[in-house]
T-cell receptor, first 111, second 112 residues
Framework: AQKITQTQPGMFVQEKEAVTLDCTYDTSDQSYGLFWYKQPSSGEMIFLIYQGSYDEQNATEGRYSLNFQKARKSANLVISASQLGDSAMYFCAIPYGKSTFGDGTTLTVKP | ETGVTQSPTHLIKTRGQQVTLRCSSQSGHNTVSWYQQALGQGPQFIFQYYREEENGRGNFPPRFSGLQFPNYSSELNVNALELDDSALYLC???????????FGPGTRLTVL
């Protein structure tokens, strides 16, 4: 069985500052991938970043980076230089097998 | 945009009715997954289809069923609708053997 835990229901960040969204996971698989998705109020789920369990480097995609600590089973998303358009819900997921998503974190960027 | 489309956008049904939701996958993708997302919660995995066969199922009753067609598009059917079935239904397509799923805009179902 897989489980994703996101402990921050809501987060606030000032525009242009960095923010970290927490994610811990549990899986019995040796090989797995961790994903982060963004869901604006429109509802569409947007793929942001992927980390493979055997990747030696932390994943980065533009302003998004993943702080992957395998021993702690955590995969935190770091958003640098926050923008107003970053305000949305963010989900951590292991989307294979019985795909599992966390309950999400609502990020609000203040001007 | 991901190239994944869903129809209809919104739907209102009454308890006990049946509903069919549709999804067209991104070009080159042969796997479709369906999710139910209640308000304020994360998506819950319903099932996945690969090569027209169900390839994994979450904890949903048999009144949730699906189909995948030769062109990889898919349908989600829900019979005997209940009030708790009110949710956003998301479909996601991917290539078998890769993990990245690309989502459609969703269908918002309201059951009265």
């Amino acid at each position: 069985a897989q489980k994703i835990t996101q402990t921050q229901p809501g987060m606030f960040v000032q525009e242009k500052e960095a923010v970290t969204l927490d994610c811990t996971y549990d899986t019995s698989d040796q090989s797995y991938g961790l994903f982060w998705y963004k869901q604006p109020s429109s509802g569409e789920m947007i793929f942001l970043i992927y980390q493979g369990s055997y990747d030696e480097q932390n994943a980065t995609e533009g302003r998004y980076s993943l702080n992957f600590q395998k021993a702690r089973k955590s995969a935190n998303l770091v958003i640098s230089a926050s923008q107003l358009g970053d305000s949305a819900m963010y989900f951590c997921a292991i989307p294979y097998g019985k795909s599992t998503f966390g309950d999400g974190t609502t990020l609000t960027v203040k001007p | 945009e991901t190239g994944v489309t869903q129809s209809p956008t919104h739907l209102i049904k009454t308890r006990g009715q049946q509903v069919t939701l549709r999804c067209s996958s991104q070009s080159g993708h042969n796997t479709v997954s369906w999710y139910q997302q209640a308000l304020g919660q994360g998506p819950q995995f319903i099932f996945q289809y690969y090569r027209e066969e169900e390839n994994g199922r979450g904890n949903f009753p048999p009144r949730f069923s699906g189909l995948q067609f030769p062109n990889y598009s898919s349908e989600l059917n829900v019979n005997a609708l209940e009030l708790d079935d009110s949710a956003l239904y998301l479909c996601a397509s991917s290539k078998q053997g890769t993990d990245t799923q690309y989502f459609g805009p969703g269908t918002r179902l309201t059951v009265l």
